[in-house]
């Protein structure tokens, strides 16, 4: 059964850039929230998505977005990189159906430059 | 919104030795996990446990939902017990703690 899968595992980009990062769900689940970790802190929520819209957000700027495609999988896009996004970003999967907890991925380490 | 406090901070044993881990939150919650954050960074889930008392070998966490608290307990510690522990609260969102940091020592 496979976990939660995320790509890139770490991507370099400049200031002024956009990046996008990608999550799979684990099977079975058709939620997926994101989170940012900045070093030495808890993760921070961003945004959740479920039937492909946006359910509720945490306090994040506009130039973090995301999409939920229909297979469940989904994106989180963040425009105008500043050196402050450095961090690892998280995605959980869950399902409304049968909640157990959320489940995590690996996550990506974005450093801005 | 609901505020998460984990204690304490940093926590340094030697291997064998026994501790506890603090969760305070302070609102009524949907749900509570605990994790364990690996150095690579991968979050482990170890317990997802709104309300009693669960046991998984060496781990047991017991949630009391009513006083707005829950416990984590390690027996007979080990090196690969190291790491960050987490534990999160899910009302509308999760919210996690500032986590507590531990090292066990051979």
């Known amino acids: 059964d496979a976990g939660v899968t995320q790509s890139p595992t770490h991507l370099i980009k400049t200031r002024g850039q956009q990046v996008t990062l990608r999550c799979s769900p684990k099977?079975?689940?058709?939620?997926v929230s994101w989170y940012q970790q900045a070093l030495g802190q808890g993760p921070q929520f961003i945004f959740q998505y479920y039937e492909e819209e946006e359910r509720q957000r945490g306090n994040f700027p506009d130039r973090f977005s995301g999409h939920q495609f229909p297979n469940y999988s989904s994106e989180l896009n963040v425009n105008a990189l500043l050196l402050g996004d450095s961090a690892l970003y998280l995605c959980?999967?869950?399902?409304?159906?049968?909640?157990?907890?959320?489940?995590f991925g690996s996550g990506t380490r974005l450093t801005v430059v | 919104g609901i505020q998460v406090e984990q204690s304490p901070p940093d926590l340094i044993l030697q291997e064998g030795a026994n501790s506890t881990l603090r969760c305070n939150f302070s609102?009524?919650?949907?749900?509570l996990q605990w994790f364990h954050q690996n150095p690579w960074g991968q979050l482990i889930n170890l317990f997802y446990?709104?309300?009693g008392t669960k046991q998984n070998g060496r781990l047991s966490a017991t949630t009391v939902a009513t006083e707005r608290y829950s416990l984590l307990y390690i027996s007979s510690s080990q090196t690969t017990d190291s790491g960050v522990y987490f534990c999160a609260v899910v009302t509308n969102d999760m919210r996690f703690g500032a986590g507590t940091r531990l090292t066990v020592k051979p």
């Open positions: 609102d009524s919650v949907n749900n």
């Open positions: 099977s079975g689940h058709d939620t």
């Open positions: 446990i709104p309300s």
């Open positions: 959980a999967s869950s399902t409304d159906r049968e909640f157990y907890g959320y489940t």
